[in-house]
């Protein structure tokens, strides 16, 4: 089956450790992104990544970082330095240039930092 | 800058009545308009997407969208909700010439009571 996993669903940290979420696509789609999810705000925009081995940063970069080694995958890491890390983050693909908008999404990991 | 905004934070109707999620849209520039659904700790899947062909916008699970530019309006409706409906609804509009960056509204969270 075609799709995005993220991994784990669950993933609880300390504060002051860093913690890297997974995200892999099998739809061969050349765009990545990642979001934040908090209650009542919508999603907003980390990370995005248009090609392998390019990104740029979203609304909301401090405290986080990406890379896109390959196509299918695009792992978030939330640093020590993010104030506010405990959300719902998802991660998304599309394919670039072509209908703009329509993005797939993973089922999110919930982190929760204590 | 180009934003939306969702009227409603919460909407609550019975099965079998008819929905209505509202959305109004700021743009400088004939939009590109989508609305997600999010099922509870899920990811999003797109419902509908309006990209300036017909004004009336069908889309999965008998829901639809009419693009209203005198109303600078976007609002989703469904005849009759089912229980399966009961989910959280985002309008995203799509910033002009930012590639496939979505800026997503602060969701409406739509009860359906049996």
């Known amino acids: 089956d075609g799709g995005i996993t993220q991994s784990p669903k669950y993933l609880f940290r300390k504060e002051g450790q860093n913690v890297t979420l997974s995200c892999e696509q099998n739809?061969?789609?050349?765009?990545m992104y990642w979001y934040r999810q908090d209650p009542g705000q919508g999603l907003r925009l980390i990370y995005y990544?248009?090609?392998?081995?390019?990104?740029q940063k979203g609304d909301i970069a401090e405290g986080y970082s990406v890379s896109r080694e390959k196509k299918e995958s695009f792992p978030l890491t939330v640093t020590s330095a993010q104030k506010n890390p405990t959300a719902f983050y998802l991660c998304?693909?599309?394919?670039?240039?072509?209908?703009?908008?329509?993005?797939?999404f993973g089922p999110g990991t919930r982190l929760t930092v204590t | 800058a180009q934003s939306v905004t969702q009227l409603d934070s919460h909407v609550s109707v019975s099965e079998g009545t008819p929905v209505l999620l509202r959305c109004n849209y700021s743009?400088?520039?004939?939009?590109?308009l989508f609305w997600y659904v999010q099922h509870p700790n899920k990811g999003l899947q797109l419902l509908l997407k309006?990209?300036?062909?017909?004004?009336l916008v069908k889309g999965i699970n008998g829901f639809e969208a009419e693009f209203k530019k005198s109303e600078t309006s976007f609002h989703l409706t469904k005849p009759s909700a089912h229980m399966s409906d009961a989910a959280e609804y985002f309008c995203v509009v799509i910033p002009y010439n930012q590639g496939g960056k979505l800026i997503f509204g602060q969701g409406t969270e739509l009860s359906v009571k049996p």
């Open positions: 990544s248009q090609i392998v081995n390019d990104f």
């Open positions: 743009s400088s520039y004939s939009p590109s």
């Open positions: 739809l061969n789609h050349d765009a």
């Open positions: 309006y990209t300036s062909a017909a004004t």
């Open positions: 998304a693909s599309s394919v670039r240039d072509i209908s703009p908008g329509e993005q797939y």
